[in-house]
Structure formats: structure tokens, C-alpha cells
């Protein structure tokens, strides 16, 4: 089993749509959980934080944590053609290592 | 700030080279981070630091490769020698204390390619 899973993509979404991104984790230790964005050919850029249980919002985009199931979310409202990219989940575990998952690539059709 | 600065940014090599990866991180930054990206393995951490010292090197795939930061403004990612599978884009991130939430900042990467 792998660290960190994501949905293996690719995601297409029209615009204006909701889009859900998944991700699951292994280390039951795990403290802090990221959402970065990736552009073709571009480096990570963090989107969102989250450390406790629950949704955090901001602007359009919703993290949702829930610790007992070791799974964590990423919602994009009104999906626009610029959310296009690949979505990448990392994980801060034990010992203050962060571990990133595969990426699921995102598609908004205009 | 100039962010996490990297070079170089662009690097073909012979098989059997050596090659030496530079960044520097963002002043102030604890934590330095190197990654490897590619399309089969997606982005996996090689080595981190901090404070100057080495905490976690499992991700370091063989002994052709090594890391250092011999100070807080420098750290290099040496392949010795290269080979084709090395071929992908490396990634250098810091990180700020406190670090429990704090975002890593990555640097432009270097694409390495190894014929």
C-alpha cells in the first residue's frame, strides 16, 4: 500500500462545476495535510492547509479533513479553465517527513 | 525575496558523469527539502534537512547519490555516476519554523536529462 493515494484521474469537469478531489493516507500519526497545485512544467504551489478535523474554506476551494477515516479532500466550486492542473496531496507524517501522492490531473472544459 | 533559487535549470549529461545540483533556500528557512519528479514515480522525496543536518535520507534511491548543506544558505544533490534512469526533474523546497502547517516553497526545479 502505498503512503498517499489520490483518485488516479484524469478529472474532466465542465466549468462552473464542482470538482472533488480525493486523497488517502496510511500513517495513522500523520499531523499536518497540503493541497498544491502544479502547472504543466511549473513547480508546487500550496493551495491549502489543514490540521484538524472538519472543512476549511477559502474562496473557492474547500479542505475537508476526516482523521479517523485518513482521508482528505479538496473541493473546487465554479471550476474555472485556470484550475486546470495537477492537484497534489502531501501529508506531513511521523518524524516531520512529507510525503506527496501520485496527482490527479484536472481538466475544466469551457 | 527571491524565492528558493536553483541551478541549473537545464542540464544534459552523459551517462557515467557526474553532476552536481545546486540550491539555495529562502533566508530564515529551517527545513530543506530535495525532490525527484517524473511521470512514473511522481514526486518523491529524496532527503531532507535541518538546520544544516541530514534527518531523513531514505528516499536517496543508491549510493550514486549524495546531499550536503554546509551551510544554511547552500545545499547541493551530487549523482556520481549518472545514469539514464536519473533523468527527471529535480525539485529543492524550504520550509519556515515553526513547521507543523507551514508550506513548503519550491524552486524552479532542474531538468535533468542523462543520454
Not at chain 1, 21 to 40: E, I, P, V
Request: aromatic residues 12%.
Amino acid at each position: 500500500q502505498k503512503e498517499v493515494e489520490q483518485n488516479s484521474g484524469p478529472l474532466s469537469v465542465p466549468e462552473g462545476a464542482i470538482a472533488s478531489l480525493n486523497c488517502t493516507y496510511s500513517d495513522r500519526g500523520s499531523q499536518s495535510f497540503f493541497w498544491y497545485r502544479q502547472y504543466s512544467g511549473k513547480s508546487p504551489e500550496l493551495i491549502m492547509f489543514i490540521y484538524s478535523n472538519g472543512d476549511k474554506e477559502d474562496g473557492r476551494f474547500t479542505a475537508q479533513l476526516n482523521k479517523a477515516s485518513q482521508y482528505v479532500s479538496l473541493l473546487i466550486r465554479d471550476s474555472q479553465p485556470s484550475d486546470s492542473a495537477t492537484y497534489l496531496c502531501a501529508v506531513k507524517g511521523s518524524y516531520d517527513k512529507v510525503i506527496f501522492g501520485p496527482g490527479t490531473s484536472l481538466s475544466v472544459i469551457p | 525575496d527571491a524565492g528558493v533559487i536553483q541551478s541549473p535549470r537545464h542540464e544534459v549529461t552523459e551517462m557515467g558523469q557526474e553532476v552536481t545540483l545546486r540550491c539555495k533556500p529562502i533566508s530564515g528557512h529551517d527545513y530543506l527539502f530535495w525532490y525527484r519528479q517524473t511521470m512514473m514515480r511522481g514526486l518523491e522525496l529524496l532527503i531532507y534537512f535541518n538546520n544544516n543536518v541530514p534527518i531523513d535520507d531514505s528516499g536517496m534511491p543508491e549510493d550514486r547519490f549524495s546531499a550536503k548543506m554546509p551551510n544554511a544558505s547552500f545545499s547541493t544533490l551530487k549523482i556520481q555516476p549518472s545514469e539514464p534512469r536519473d533523468s527527471a526533474v529535480y525539485f529543492c523546497a524550504s520550509s519556515p519554523p515553526p513547521w507543523q502547517a507551514s508550506e513548503q516553497y519550491f524552486g524552479p526545479g532542474t531538468r535533468l536529462t542523462v543520454t
